[in-house]
T-cell receptor
């Protein structure tokens, strides 16, 4: 069965500190992986995606993620967090040729001065 | 500007009163979906459409209907809303199956 696990419901970091949000997935086919960010009252914005190739992918707003097949993980990282990064982050998995995305339950990021 | 537009953004209504949430995209995308977002559950797909007049159930279709008479529009219909359909709803579209989805800003429905 397909599933996405984001083990951290809520993370608090200081502005300027590094960030890593965890995502583990279970998927029967070769996965397509995504990270979305949702600011309050807004829709979901795509941060980055992995389809194939280089396992370290760069996204917008200085985010990157690394696909580790052996660990079934796709963790999101940022070297220095800004206050504007406070939001909820969703990891999602899909497959080539499939219409559905399976989402994790989200990680809420709080940034303190 | 490329966008997915949902209306209304907020709605409070009562049990049993039919309602429609509209979704329109201006990107000529073939694929459109509806999701609901609930605390602790993430987003779950309700229905999706692969083209005009082609729709199919997602993971949580009960109590919902959709139609796709035009490529740009994909309304979500609640014929007889119930309180368990109180949720945040998102419409999404994508150009083809192997592309990321573009999401609307969401519609918050409260069914009393």
């Amino acid at each position: 069965a397909q599933s996405v696990t984001q083990p951290d419901i809520h993370i608090t970091v200081s502005e300027g500190a590094s960030l890593e949000l965890r995502c583990n997935y279970s998927y029967g086919a070769t996965p397509y992986l995504f990270w979305y960010v949702q600011s309050p009252g807004q829709g979901l914005q795509l941060l980055l995606k992995y389809f194939s190739g280089d396992t370290l992918v760069q996204g917008i707003k200085g985010f990157e993620a690394e696909f580790k097949r052996s660990q079934s993980s796709f963790n999101l990282r940022k070297p220095s967090v800004h206050w504007s990064d406070a939001a909820e982050y969703f990891c999602a998995v899909g497959a080539a040729g499939a219409n559905n995305l399976f989402f994790g339950t989200g990680t809420r990021l709080t940034v303190i001065p | 500007e490329a966008q997915v537009t949902q209306n209304p953004r907020y709605l409070i209504t009562v049990t049993g009163k039919k309602l429609t949430v509209t979704c329109s995209q201006n990107m000529n995308h073939e694929y459109m979906s509806w999701y609901r977002q609930d605390p602790g559950l993430g987003l779950r797909q309700i229905y999706y459409s692969m083209n005009v007049e082609v729709t199919d159930k997602g993971d949580v279709p009960e109590g919902y209907k959709v139609s796709r008479k035009e490529k740009r529009n994909f309304p979500l219909i609640l014929e007889s809303p119930s309180p368990n359909q109180t949720s945040l709803y998102f419409c999404a579209s994508k150009r083809d199956l192997n592309q990321p989805q573009h999401f609307g800003d969401g519609t918050r429905l409260s069914i009393l």
